[in-house]
Nanobody
Framework: VQLQASGGGLVQAGGSLRPSCAASGRTISRYHMGWFRQAPGKEREFVTSLSWKDNHTYITESMKGRFTVSRDNAKNTVYLQMNSLKPEDTAVYYC????????????????WGQGTQVTVSS
């Protein structure tokens, strides 16, 4: 499956963005979907993921209550709703797809999008 992330941008602290990840080649209905991010000079960090089986989600503690992942299988697209953004959320955000048993670590995902830049100004 090929993934194309978009919808990043520049926003002031406290604002919202909703990046999306459009899939092609295969339907995502049988894929776990995840979002990761990487800030300059830092390692790639897990954000959140969504199981295709039961819609169970994992999310990093610091993002609970602010970020929400969702999928629209009919549009073959996954979304990341980000509210109450902070300057420390500035990073390139990557979507990923995996069809294994787990959906938390980078190695659980076999397909990656190219990333979309999110910049939060203070």
């Amino acid at each position: 499956v090929q993934l194309q992330a978009s919808g990043g941008g520049l926003v002031q602290a406290g604002g919202s963005l909703r990046p999306s990840c459009a899939a092609s080649g295969r339907t995502i209905s049988r894929y776990h979907m995840g979002w990761f991010r990487q800030a300059p000079g830092k390692e790639r960090e897990f954000v959140t993921s969504l199981s295709w089986k039961d819609n169970h989600t994992y999310i990093t503690e610091s993002m609970k209550g602010r970020f929400t992942v969702s999928r629209d299988n009919a549009k073959n697209t996954v979304y990341l709703q980000m509210n109450s953004l902070k300057p420390e959320d500035t990073a390139v955000y990557y979507c990923a797809a995996g069809d294994g048993s787990d959906y938390y670590l980078p190695q659980d995902f076999s397909s990656w999008g190219q990333g979309t830049q999110v910049t939060v100004s203070s």
